[in-house]
Structures are given as C-alpha cells and as structure tokens.
DNA sequence: GATCTTGACGATATTACTTCA
DNA sequence: AATGAAGTAATATCGTCAAGA
C-alpha cells in the first residue's frame, strides 16, 4: 500500500497508478493525496478499481474529469447525514461538513482565502440576513440546507451566524448602556430638581408658621412651568396663575403630588421597568 | 496610517449521548 | 436491568486576529 502527496502546479503521475494517468491542476495550485497499491500489489488483484482512493484540494479548480480509473474519495455517511437518515447525525456532523467542504466542486472557499467579495455579495447576504431574522440560530440540516442553496460550506454558514449572533448582542448591549445612562442623567437631573424643590417647600413651610393666622392656602403646581406657589383657597386662587398658561391643567397640590416633606426618595428602576418605559417610548 | 468591518479560529463551557464497570 | 462516572461530539459564547475597505 502507498501513499502519494502531491502538490505544485505540474501534472503530476502517480507512480503506483495507471502511467498514463495524469493529474492535471491547470495553472492552479493544486494538492492530491492518493491512497493506492504498489505495482506489485496490484497485478495480485482481480480488479483494482476499488483500491485507488484521491483526494483532491484544489480550491479554485474544477475537479479533472479525466479521471476515469479512480474513485473519488466518497464518504458514505454524507448521504445519510444530508437525507436525514442517519441514526447518529450529531456525532457525525462536523466530519460531514469537513468532507463536504473538500469533496464538493462547488465549494467557493478554503481557509487559505478569505474573499470578503464572497459574502460581500447582495445575494449571499439578503439570504443570510433574512435568515438570520428569522431565527438567530440554524439546526443542522438548516444549515447545510442553506449552505447549500448559497455554495457555501456549512461552517462558512455556522460561522457567519456565530458572529452575527455575537456582534448583535454587543450592539444591543452598547444601545443598552446609552439607554442606562441617559435614564441615569434624566433621572439625576430630575432629583437635583426635586431637591431643589423640596428646600423652597420647607423654607416655605418654615416661614408660614409665622403667619399662622392667614387663611389657608394651598400648595400648587403650575402643570407648565412646574413651579410650586402657594395660593389662598379664596377666590385669590383663580388668580394665581395667569389663565393662558395654567387654567387647562389646573393647579396641583401638594398632597396629590405625592410630595412629603421628608428626605427627598431616591429613584430606582428595575430592568423590566427600564424595558417598560422603552417600549412605551 | 488609523479605523471599521467581517470572516475565521482557539479556548472554554454546556449539553446530549454513548460506553462501561 | 438500573445507575453513575467517564468519554466524546456538537455547538454556544467570548476574545482575538487578520485582511480588505
């Protein structure tokens, strides 16, 4: 038994093969791996047809169709895998999509190349995409069924929606962040307001206790401008706010603020609320 | 030349399944 | 026959690199 490498841009005759075979790459680079008896070995046999296995790794080139003495390395649990037939698909999956990828003429790339041309392409992509939207995860037979339709290989296909599925996440994740922090700066803005709002209430609520004997008032909030007044619960209270601005909310008081007096609340939000407010936004 | 995009891959974790004592 | 440990394969995420735009 022999095994012969060869590789280069020559036609190459393998020695323990038929002499007139040549191997025939063209212009390209090609690699062949033939596994096959000795001369000797050979002349023992009946018939050699089934002894002489060739790989062919050659990329850019169609498959030479001269090779009429050989047989094609076949994997016979690739038809199993593809028509869905084999007991164990899983275990047997990458090692198909491996072989496919090597065996099968139509496939565009090898590691060796990274054509940015190949997914660059508007059809390739619109197919991925619209997958992708779909479902960000493709089972096996998806997989191979796409990368099939597209000429691509199975981990072309594996890979490109590994890396979809990661860079979505992290610019959902960055969307995520800025949508955080600008709840943080409203939210501060919003407390150092309330702050300020609750000192004028006390220094308010300080200096009425000096004139415990007025009428009552009411504490308002101008729905507009959301500045606090105190008004007369008389018919002064009509007054206090000039009707273009402040008559069609109607003033607002403190008790149905929700204001208290105390130590002003710090705000917090629960993620499903922050995803809440998003949506209703 | 710096930056961005994107295909590819290694490391690692998880899960499902098989084998074996 | 049931069971748990160990092994294996597939696949996910994460981080990173490299090449082209």
């Known amino acids: 038994m022999e095994l012969a490498l060869s590789l280069g841009e020559t036609p190459k005759a393998i020695t323990f093969l038929d002499k007139s075979l040549k191997v025939d790459f063209g212009n390209d680079l090609g690699f062949c791996m033939t596994l096959g008896e000795s001369g000797a070995e050979a002349k023992t046999k009946a018939s050699d047809s089934d002894l002489h296995i060739q790989l062919d790794l050659t990329p850019f080139s169609p498959v030479p169709r001269s090779q009429t003495s050989l047989n094609k390395l076949h994997f016979s649990w690739i038809t199993e895998n593809l028509t869905g037939e084999s007991g164990n698909v899983n275990k047997r ?106 000192q004028e209430l006390r220094a308010l609520k300080t200096s009425q206790l000096l004139y415990m004997q007025l009428p009552a008032t009411t504490l308002s909030m101008c729905p507009s401008c959301e500045r606090v007044s105190t008004t007369a619960t008389t018919a002064a209270a009509a007054a206090a706010y000039p009707t273009t601005a402040c008559a069609s909310a109607g003033g607002m008081t403190s008790s149905n603020m929700g204001l208290s007096l105390a130590e002003p609340k710090l705000f917090s939000f629960s993620p499903a609320q922050i995803h809440a407010q998003r949506a209703a936004s």
Not at 100 to 109: F, K, R, T, W, Y
Not at 173 to 185: F, L, R, S
């Open 93 to 198: 999956s990458r090692w198909v999509e491996d072989s496919v990828a090597i065996s099968s003429p139509n496939s565009i790339g090898s590691s060796f190349q990274m054509d940015f041309s190949i997914y660059g392409n508007g059809r390739v992509k619109r197919e991925f995409e619209e997958n992708f939207r779909e479902q960000s995860t493709l089972n096996p037979k998806q997989k191979v069924a796409l990368a099939k339709q597209l000429n691509l290989r199975p981990r072309q296909v594996e890979v490109w929606f590994q890396n979809r599925r990661a860079r979505t996440k992290l610019k959902q994740t960055q969307v995520d962040c800025e949508y955080i922090k600008k709840c943080y700066e409203t939210l501060t803005e919003e407390n150092r307001r309330l702050q300020n709002e609750l």
